[in-house]
């Protein structure tokens, strides 16, 4: 199948999908690249050589139909199934399955054969296409992302037709297809469930010396996880679930071992040596400003400014004094809404600024580089930085009703500035660790006034600043 070769199903593909043909709900929760939709790609293959079935006298031939949560997902499950049977336009190219082509209408995503099998594409993004017709076969792919309401019109289909229903996906969230699956674990008649993890697909494996001894046996694709960038930027729990299919509670504290991060000190503007940038989450309506400073080469938060009820006008420079003071290379702040106002207002005071632009999913993302870094104990935050502790460790994962995107929050009525600000400056040191220090220790960029221009912004800044007075900075 996979360019041209014929498929020879893996171990885990056999035992726990093709031998399962019997079976009306198998549910699969399997690691990434594991080779899922491949193996759900060849059921289809096999369902639609099924018989028609009788029913009230009534003939049915193989009606199946391909799901996925949005009309994107499913087009991976889909591809390969109409390459498989459909010809090209001139005919040229007789596909494997081509004897069998009737016809096809690639818009709606359906393909005619000519025993009478009909072969359908569906998405969540339309719930209630999935309803009503005698599917013979279903299969979904990336099912724990599938909407509740998509299965409420999906599943009663298979209750009139005896229809099989293929679900499968990773082990993550709270909904229907982790209950499904529990429905096999508990060996509910008509269901099988099973979870293999990533590694089941014989080429990757876990260890560099694993994958290299394959490669000397002339295996040329093996690739080690520990050395997958994909694999590395998640944080334990994302790995655990998407590579290890293992279900991990979600709800809850999404900061592990925090404890051993909150060994280190303040340091004063004067002390502050390293190469240093900031991180900055705007107060909205009730809540807080921070700014806190990091030491990249170090990994470190260096200091802190929190405070509420200012406005631009005074912010912009009390944030730009630190900024100064710490030399800093430049701000990654949150820039959504009212973010985008101080923004402007912190280059207008010469300050070199980052957006991070705020959805669901970059929130997500920018949370699980900080908790990865403190579950892997290599960020060092100030022992004194209570606040930041408290938020930390009151900071929630949930799953939001009907499936499994995930919201990060603090819970109602509690703040969660700190930790907004202190990933946004983790991430950036991060990414950035290796780039602080030359391989002798040295710093890579060094912030002397030398240059006659240098000097001259300064004196600037230093009238500024005497305007300003002195604002108190909590380092
Ligand atoms: N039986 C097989 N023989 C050879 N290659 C296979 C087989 N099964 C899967 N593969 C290959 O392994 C890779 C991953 O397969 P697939 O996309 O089916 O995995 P998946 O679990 O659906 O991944 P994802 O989690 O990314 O959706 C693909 O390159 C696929 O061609
Ligand atoms: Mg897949």
Redesign the pocket.
Known sequence: M?GG?P????PW?AEHIHSKSDIQFLIGA??????????ADAEVNREVFKDPVTVLGKTHAPLIYIVGPTAELAM?VWQPIWDAFVPDEQREHIPPFGNLYKDHDKSRGIIWLKNGATIQRKSADDPKSLQGERVTFAVV??AHSMPEDAWQYLLPAFMDSGGRLMA?G?PKGKNRFRSMWELGQKKQPGYYSFSVPSTA?PLITATEKEAVALREAGYETARALEHDPAYLTLSDIEQKQQYWAEWVEQDGAVFKNIDQCFTGEWVTAENANGVNVMGLDVARIHDYTVAYIGDVGEERIIARDRYTGLGWTVQAPRIAKMYRDYKCRFIHMDATGVGDVLASFLRVEGCSVIDYKFTNASKEMLISALAREVERGQVILPKDDLDLKREMELFEATVQPGGSVVKYSAPAGYFDDCVISAALLTYKMAKNRGMAKSPNGEPYVKFENTTPAKRAMDKIREAREKKLGEIEVAV
């Open positions: 996979d070769k498929y020879v199903p893996f593909q399997c690691g990434r690249r594991s080779g899922k939709t491949t193996a991976r792919d990336e499968i990773i697909h």
